[in-house]
């Protein structure tokens, strides 16, 4: 991914490692964009709520990737103890997001392993629809195991390719917004 950021968009993403950070953590502050994994098995502090609620409110961007099925309601109700007046809203391929840097055909990328149909949905700035994405969920999705396997050729071209593209759009969208 960060080739890719910066060959074709000019970011000039950290190469040098990664940040792996808890929400208690108040260097959370000085990164834009947060990822999250796994979010159907998270457990959210009452300081790491906090602190996710000022990120996000401060104009921070939050990705949910790589759960599945009732893992949703998990990861929904520990959202909802930092953001508990906002809503989630389902969005699909008419969402600006998905073509803010590349055009992707299908924006539904199998999930590599779970037979699961994908589906988007974000919590938007002010609950409105028309306002920027402050929450996105790629809900039975993971599209980082396209990322992370693709060296190896582990997964086929398209839905590698297409996963990739959807996580620029993802960090340009959220640079531009």
Do not use: C
Not at 27 to 35: A, D, E, S, V, W
Not at 94 to 107: K, L, N, T, W
Not at 116 to 124: D, E, K, L
């Amino acid at each position: 991914m960060q080739f890719i950021l910066e060959e074709y968009t000019g970011i000039q993403p950290n190469t040098e490692g990664s940040n792996v950070l808890d929400l208690e953590d108040p260097r959370i502050f000085q990164h834009p964009i947060l990822y999250m994994s796994e979010p159907g098995f998270w457990t959210v502090t009452e300081e790491g709520a906090l602190n996710l609620r000022t990120f996000l409110l401060k104009g921070g961007f939050l990705i949910f990737d790589d759960f599945e099925l009732e893992q949703w309601n998990n990861m929904a109700a520990q959202v909802q103890r930092a953001l508990p007046e906002y809503r989630w809203v389902d969005i699909d391929e008419a969402h600006p997001i998905f073509g803010s840097f590349f055009q992707v055909e299908d924006i539904y990328v199998p999930h590599p392993f779970v037979r699961v149909t994908p589906n988007y949905r974000a919590i938007f700035e002010d609950n409105d629809p028309t306002k920027k994405i402050m929450v996105l969920a790629n809900h039975n999705s993971d599209l980082a195991e396209y990322w992370e396997w693709s060296v190896d050729g582990f997964f086929p071209v398209d839905p590698t390719n297409d996963a990739f593209r959807l996580g620029v759009n993802y960090i340009v969208y959220a640079m531009m917004h």
